[in-house]
C-alpha cells in the first residue's frame, strides 16, 4: 500500500492460474473411476456406429452402375450420371414441389398445434383429466402407418366410407372417389399427419412448460397479469428454445417424407400422384420398377446432404437474431 496524503492506492497483483502437467497413466484412471457410466454409455454408442456410421459407405453406390455380379466395390463408376436420371425426368419439378410444400406444412401445423395443446393441457385443474386427454391424443403416435391407411380407407372408402354414407348423403351432395380425386390431398394428407404427430409434439413441449418456475406466473399475478398474457409473456418466451431447436431438426428434414404418410395413406394410386408423389415414394416406384440402387442411393444422399445444410442454414439465422438461442 503507497499512502500520499488522503489518498492511498491499493495495488493488487492477481495470480495466473498455473496449469500442471497431466500425470501419466490419469486419463486411463478417469476413464476406470467412471467405468460404470462409460458401460451404461457403450449400447447407445454401438447402436449409433452401427445405424448411422457403418452404412455411410453405402454412399459410393450413389456414383456407380451397381450390378450383382461385380458388387459394390467391382461395379464401374458413373460419376453424377445417377443424379442427372433423378433430376432429367418431367417429374423431378412435381416430386420436389409436393416434398418442400407438404413438410413445410407439417412443420407450421404440428408446431402451433402442439403447443396451443400443450399451454392447453397445462393450465387444466383437473391433472387426471389433463393426464387422460393427453394419452388420447398420444396414442396415434404409436400407430402403424398400415393401421392409419386401413382407418382413412374406412373413412373414404367410395362404397361404405363413413363420408361418403354418412356425411355427404346426409346433405344430398354426390358421393366422391376420393382415390381418384388428386384435388382433395392436400387437404387430407396434412390433417392425417397432424392427427398422427401432434401428441408426440405435445408431451415435448408441455414437459417444457412444467419446467417454468411458478415463481413466474405468481410474480405475474401480483402485477395484475391476465392469463392471455402470462401466457404470451412468460410460457412461449420460456419456452423458446425447445421450439427453435425442434423447428431447426424438422427443417433438416424438410427433403424427407414420411413414406408411410405418401405410400400407404393413397394406396399409391396413380391418379393421385400429381399431388401426392414425392422424393421417397418416387424413389421407391423406381427402384421397384426398374431395380436401379444407383439413382436410389442418389436420390438418399441429395435428400441428407440438402437437409445437412439446411440445418446449418436455419442455425446461422437463429444465430444472427439471438445468438444465445442458437443449438451450435
Given at each position: 500500500m503507497i499512502t500520499q496524503g488522503k489518498r492511498s492506492t491499493v495495488r493488487t497483483v492477481q495470480s495466473q492460474p498455473v496449469r500442471l502437467p497431466a500425470k501419466k497413466g490419469s486419463v486411463f484412471k478417469h476413464l476406470l473411476k467412471h467405468k460404470v457410466l462409460l458401460l451404461m454409455l457403450l449400447p447407445g454408442v454401438v447402436?449409433?456406429?452401427?445405424?448411422?456410421?457403418?452404412?455411410?459407405?453405402?454412399?459410393?453406390?450413389?456414383?456407380?452402375n451397381i450390378n450383382y455380379v461385380d458388387g459394390i466395390l467391382g461395379s464401374p463408376w458413373v460419376g453424377l450420371d445417377n443424379f442427372r436420371f433423378l433430376f432429367a425426368t418431367s417429374d423431378a419439378w412435381i416430386i420436389t414441389r409436393n416434398t418442400v410444400l407438404y413438410n413445410f406444412v407439417f412443420i407450421i401445423l404440428n408446431l402451433v398445434f402442439a403447443v396451443s395443446i400443450a399451454i392447453a393441457l397445462n393450465e387444466l385443474r383437473n391433472k387426471l383429466a389433463a393426464k387422460f386427454y393427453q394419452s388420447i391424443m398420444f396414442f396415434p403416435y404409436f400407430l402403424s402407418m398400415v393401421v392409419v391407411s386401413y382407418l382413412v380407407f374406412a373413412f373414404l372408402n367410395v362404397e361404405y366410407g363413413f363420408i361418403n354414407k354418412g356425411v355427404l348423403s346426409l346433405f344430398g351432395l354426390n358421393e366422391l372417389n376420393w382415390y381418384s380425386e388428386p384435388k382433395y390431398w392436400p387437404f387430407i394428407l396434412p390433417l392425417i399427419n397432424l392427427w398422427k404427430g401432434?401428441?408426440?409434439?405435445?408431451?415435448?413441449?408441455?414437459?417444457?412448460?412444467?419446467?417454468?418456475?411458478?415463481?413466474?406466473?405468481?410474480?405475474?399475478?401480483?402485477?395484475?397479469?391476465s392469463k392471455w398474457k402470462q401466457i404470451l409473456h412468460i410460457t412461449i418466451p420460456l419456452i423458446?428454445?425447445?421450439?427453435?431447436?425442434?423447428?431447426?431438426?424438422?427443417?433438416?428434414?424438410?427433403?424427407?417424407?414420411?413414406?408411410?404418410?405418401f405410400y400407404q395413406t393413397t394406396l399409391n394410386s396413380g391418379a393421385l400422384y400429381p399431388t401426392t408423389l414425392v422424393i421417397d415414394t418416387y424413389v421407391y416406384n423406381a427402384l421397384i420398377n426398374m431395380g436401379n440402387l444407383g439413382m436410389s442411393a442418389a436420390a438418399g444422399l441429395y435428400q441428407s446432404l440438402v437437409g445437412f445444410f439446411l440445418v446449418l442454414g436455419s442455425n446461422w439465422i437463429v444465430r444472427k437474431v439471438d445468438k444465445d438461442q442458437a443449438v451450435f
Open positions: 447402436f449409433l456406429l452401427i445405424n448411422n456410421y457403418l452404412p455411410m459407405f453405402g454412399i459410393i453406390i450413389a456414383f456407380k401432434v401428441g408426440y409434439g405435445c408431451v415435448i413441449y408441455l414437459a417444457a412448460i412444467i419446467g417454468i418456475d411458478s415463481e413466474y406466473y405468481e410474480a405475474a399475478l401480483i402485477d395484475g397479469a423458446r428454445p425447445v421450439i427453435i431447436i425442434t423447428t431447426i431438426l424438422a427443417i433438416g428434414g424438410i427433403f424427407r417424407s414420411d413414406f408411410g404418410l
